[in-house]
Every structure is written in C-alpha cells, then in structure tokens.
C-alpha cells in the first residue's frame, strides 16, 4: 500500500487528545455525543495497538470525520470545533 506523506500516525494521537479534551465538557446525554466518544476511543484502542496499523486508522478516522460532519449538520458549533476537526482529518487522510 502507498502511504499519504501527510499521514502521521504523531498527528492523529494529537488530534485524538484535542478532541477527547474538548469533549470532557460536552453533555454525556446527548447520542451523538457519546458516539463521537466511542469512535474516538476505538481509534485510540487501534493507535496503542503497537504497529497502528495505517490502513485500519485511516478507515477509523475516515468514520470518525463522518460523525463529525454529521454533528455539525445537526448542531453549528454547539458541542465542538467541528470544522476545524474535520479539515484537520482531511488533511491528515490527504483528502484537502
């Protein structure tokens, strides 16, 4: 497999630990909060997997970006920094 030369595997964890610090303050309640939190924690289960295996990272982060889109479809910047996340990850995926 061809890996993206902006994919770090560095970049991801720092994103993770923004994003998870950024949702301690969101409300449990809220379904697509505790998704998003799910998704992140599977992500963060890939990364200490030793290897972090690109391809199942990028796939996670891949689902991950789609949560936040949705998200911010449903809530403007109510819960997170949405849009910042989520050009982030393209970034990171090589997708912008």
């Known amino acids: 497999m061809t890996t993206n030369d902006n994919f770090s595997l560095d970049r991801v964890r720092n994103l993770v630990a923004a994003m998870e610090q950024e949702l301690a303050g969101a409300p449990a309640d809220r379904p697509d909060v505790q998704a998003l939190r799910q998704e992140i924690d599977h992500l963060k289960q890939l990364l200490a997997a ?3 295996e690109h391809v199942l990272v990028k796939e996670k982060l891949h689902t ?3 949560t936040l889109q949705d998200m911010t ?3 403007e910047s109510e819960v997170l920094q949405d849009s910042r996340y989520i050009a982030e990850i393209g970034r990171i995926l090589g997708l912008v």
């Open 64 to 66: 991950v970006r789609g």
């Open 73 to 75: 479809a449903r809530v």
């Open 50 to 52: 030793g290897d972090g």
